[in-house]
């Protein structure tokens, strides 16, 4: 998110989650003078998600100060202990492209203190957001014992076929619900929501991990 009016609208339709990124590369990269504006609209019952990729630990510091996020999420080549070592729940990416259940076990392994992972559709050392969808099949059969999104080329139209076929415990979009670059669109958006609830109602209810809030 990088708009106030879609921060906004993304919590009045109950999403369990909104993003912030602070990867300076990223066209959805947020200035640390945008935040305030941003944070202050968001109901504690909606997690604030603060996406980085290789950041200094002086800078994470700095963003959890400032963002107050109640999650992290990393993207780079972070490991474990870097990821742990901030007192906050994270998630970690996976760049899934060309990736079989196999491998998706054994990079899991990796990162025993995460509270979760995303599954993404890009190439290894992109930020994400980039809209490439993978072969979601794969995670049918690789049986994540822990929550996990799926990201990459979701949308509207392909939603429910995501979630039929690959049983996610959520879903992570961007590039889908957008009119251009970091700007959403907002009919895409009730869209995607209506469709993922319709999707997910035989299931229970999903909330992600909460950080305390200074």
């Excluded at 999104?149 to 939603?159: D, E, K, M």
Aim: proline content about 7%; glycine content about 10%.
């Amino acid at each position: 998110m990088t708009r106030v009016e879609d921060v906004r609208l993304a919590c009045e339709l109950g999403v369990d989650a909104v993003g912030l990124v602070f990867v300076p590369r990223s066209v959805r990269c947020v200035g640390m003078e945008q935040v305030p504006r941003l944070r202050e609209i968001v109901p504690a019952a909606t997690a604030v998600v603060a996406l980085m990729m290789n950041p200094k630990h002086e800078d994470i510091a700095t963003i959890i100060e400032r963002v107050q996020p109640d999650v992290l999420q990393f993207h780079g080549n972070e490991d474990d202990a870097f990821c742990a070592a901030f007192g906050l729940p994270f998630l970690k990416a996976l760049a899934m492209g060309g990736v079989h259940a196999d491998a998706v076990r054994e990079r899991l392994v990796r990162y025993p203190s995460a509270a979760g992972f995303v599954f993404d559709g890009h190439a290894p050392g992109a930020p994400g957001g980039s809209g490439e969808r993978f072969d979601w099949s794969v995670l049918a059969g690789a049986h994540v014992e822990r929550p996990w999104l799926l990201a990459g080329g979701l949308n509207a139209g392909n939603v429910d076929e995501a979630v039929r076929i690959a049983h996610p415990w959520g879903v992570d979009v961007a590039s889908g619900i957008e009119s251009a670059p970091g700007i959403k669109d907002h009919a895409a958006m009730r869209a995607f929501v209506t469709t993922v609830r319709a999707a997910d109602s035989p299931r229970s209810p999903a909330s992600l991990p909460q950080g305390e809030r200074g």
